[in-house]
C-alpha cells in the first residue's frame, strides 16, 4: 500500500507509475493534463521540434501506436508491394491503409489513401467510379 500526496488516498502499488510513484494513477493523469493546459503552446512547439529532427523516427513511432505497425512489417510489406503504393505505384509520401477497426492493411501512397477514404471505403463506389472514368471519361 502506498499513499498518494495529492488526493491523501492509501492505494494498492498498481495504481501508482513506477517512474511516477509519488501520486496515484489517477491524480498523476489529472495533473498532467492540467500542466499540459497551462503550457500548451510550449509543449506543442517541443514536439514539433522534435518531430522537425527526427522524421523517420517520428514516422515509426506513429505507426507503431496508431495501427501495431512494426519496422519489420513495413519492410517487409513494402517489399511484397515492389517497393511503393500497393495502387500506383508512387513511392512518395507512402501511409499506412488501414481498416477502421484499427488494423493495417497495406501501403498506400497518400493520394490513393485519401481517394479510398473519400469513398466511405465501398467497393459498390469505387467501381461505380471507375466505370464513370472509363466509359463517360
Known sequence: MKHCRECGGTYPLEMFYATQPTYCIPCHKARSRANYQANKA??????????????ERRKEITRKTKYGVTPS????????QGGGCWV?????????????????RGILCSACNTALGMMAESPT?????????????
Open 42 to 55: 510550449r509543449s506543442h512547439a517541443q514536439s514539433a521540434a522534435w518531430a522537425a529532427a527526427n522524421p
Open 73 to 80: 512489417w513495413w519492410e517487409a510489406t513494402l517489399a511484397a
Open 88 to 104: 500506383c505505384e508512387s513511392t512518395e509520401k507512402l501511409c499506412v491503409d488501414h481498416e477502421h477497426g484499427g488494423s493495417a
Open 125 to 137: 463506389r469505387i467501381r461505380q467510379l471507375a466505370y464513370y472514368i472509363e466509359f463517360k471519361g
